[in-house]
């Protein structure tokens, strides 16, 4: 692969020191070791290191001329609770939990493009290198934004990168406009009147009741909306009764809803509500949902979606750069950031045989073939965000 050859040559080392963090994972808000790792390397490199945002957020701050230029690099530090079923050297040493999104080797290719850019200062303006917790769920992201990240750390434009195991090595997934999509969480309490399983006609069922509700807010994507929109409505878990004899007062549906467009979300949430107080409402029941907005839709600026697509050809070759990739309905909380600044998240191949083992899979590993032409890509992008002489 034509990555750097300065980087290409140091592969040994961030090789270990991917292998080092896959061994030692933390969870959300728990990368104290994983952000001193990250803390003292950086240092180590003469980067100008701040620690605390978000707990355990590392950013290193690395300025060269005189430009007032600025961009953002963003890695993600925090691993899975689960339990890793890799047998190798380097599996992880902490029983449930697990390095099982590949941040292992995103924090490693920042790191060693924050070397490289720390060495060769081939930029002009400011770097910003956002080392950050908890993106698994607790979105860390928009936390280090409301502490104040964009504040102090000013910066015209940020770049996120995920490994992809759909995509082969040596491959980049660049597209402008929604790359990810919103995540929702529902819980709908759903309360009836319990009795004799013997003798339902003394109760109202909430059962029933919940089957219904399942069943009808299926119709919120199919029949609702626009066929060329895409959104999932997924009811995850169906909670209630203790007996086979005995009808509950209550039951509880949970799960998620996933939508790209703003209107969507806003009538998915007010539908599913809508149903859900109808339906239990016709069988004499009622039903309350609880709704929370976890990650909003990850959206990507036209512009810097284009600069991205320009450095990921530089690294792999135009003909590796897949433009017309479909959004996922999965999400990712660099959307917090992309709602802040204009930029661009990509994806980065990392499959192919072994290697396609899915995200949050138990086999999963992260690829080190791939770690210079991830950390070719970041020095290409500072370089091209703050260019000299210009
Ligand atoms: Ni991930």
């Given at each position: 692969?034509?990555?750097?050859?300065?980087?290409?040559?140091?592969?040994?080392?961030?090789?270990?020191?991917?292998?080092?963090?896959?061994?030692?994972?933390?969870?959300?808000?728990?990368?104290?070791?994983?952000?001193?790792?990250?803390?003292?390397?950086?240092?180590?490199?003469?980067?100008?290191?701040?620690?605390?945002?978000?707990?355990?957020?590392?950013?290193?701050?690395l300025r060269h001329g005189n430009s007032p230029r600025s961009v953002g690099l963003r890695a993600d530090m925090d691993a899975l609770a689960m339990t890793e079923r890799n047998g190798f050297a380097h599996a992880s040493r902490h029983p449930g939990k697990m390095h099982g999104c590949g941040h292992d080797g995103h924090t490693a290719m920042l790191l060693g493009a924050a070397r490289h850019l720390a060495e060769t200062r081939n930029f002009d303006g400011t770097v910003h290198l956002i080392f950050q917790?908890?993106?698994?769920?607790?979105?860390?992201?928009?936390?280090?934004?409301?502490?104040?990240?964009?504040?102090?750390f000013p910066c015209d434009t940020v770049f996120g990168m995920h490994n992809w195991p759909q995509l082969p090595p040596g491959t980049f997934g660049v597209r402008a406009g929604p790359v990810m999509a919103a995540a929702d969480h529902f819980e709908i309490t759903v309360t009836g009147k319990g009795g004799h399983g013997a003798m339902p006609q003394l109760g109202i069922d909430p059962v029933l009741v919940a089957a219904h509700i399942v069943t009808a807010a299926q119709s919120l994507v199919s029949r609702g909306t626009d066929p060329v929109d895409a959104a999932v409505v997924s009811v995850t878990m169906i909670q209630g009764?203790?007996?086979?004899?005995?009808?509950?007062?209550?039951?509880?549906?949970?799960?998620?809803?996933?939508?790209?467009?703003?209107?969507?979300?806003?009538?998915?949430?007010?539908?599913?509500?809508?149903?859900?107080?109808?339906?239990?409402?016709?069988?004499?029941?009622?039903?309350?949902?609880?709704?929370?907005?976890?990650?909003?839709?990850?959206?990507?600026?036209r512009t810097e979606a284009a600069v991205a697509a320009s450095v990921a050809a530089q690294v792999v070759g135009a003909q590796n750069v897949h433009r017309d990739l479909e959004p996922s309905m999965a999400a990712?909380?660099?959307?917090?950031?992309?709602?802040?600044?204009?930029?661009?998240?990509?994806?980065l191949g990392q499959g192919g045989g072994a290697a396609s083992c899915m995200l949050h899979n138990p086999h999963y590993d992260f690829q080190d073939q791939i770690l210079p032409v991830g950390a070719s890509y970041w020095v290409l992008l500072a370089e091209t965000a703050l260019p000299r002489g210009t």
């Open positions: 692969m034509p990555v750097l050859d300065s980087i290409a040559a140091r592969l040994d080392e961030m090789i270990a020191w991917r292998r080092h963090l896959h061994a030692h994972p933390e969870l959300a808000f728990e990368e104290v070791a994983t952000a001193g790792f990250v803390a003292d390397r950086l240092a180590a490199f003469g980067i100008e290191v701040h620690r605390g945002l978000a707990g355990t957020g590392v950013v290193g701050v917790p908890a993106e698994e769920g607790a979105g860390g992201a928009k936390v280090m934004i409301d502490q104040g990240l964009f504040d102090r009764g203790s007996a086979f004899n005995v009808i509950p007062d209550t039951v509880t549906l949970s799960g998620t809803v996933r939508s790209f467009r703003p209107e969507t979300q806003d009538r998915l949430q007010h539908g599913l509500a809508r149903i859900a107080e109808r339906v239990a409402a016709a069988f004499g029941a009622t039903a309350e949902t609880a709704y929370r907005r976890n990650y909003p839709a990850t959206l990507n600026s990712e909380d660099f959307a917090f950031m992309l709602e802040q600044r204009p930029g661009c998240y990509v994806w």
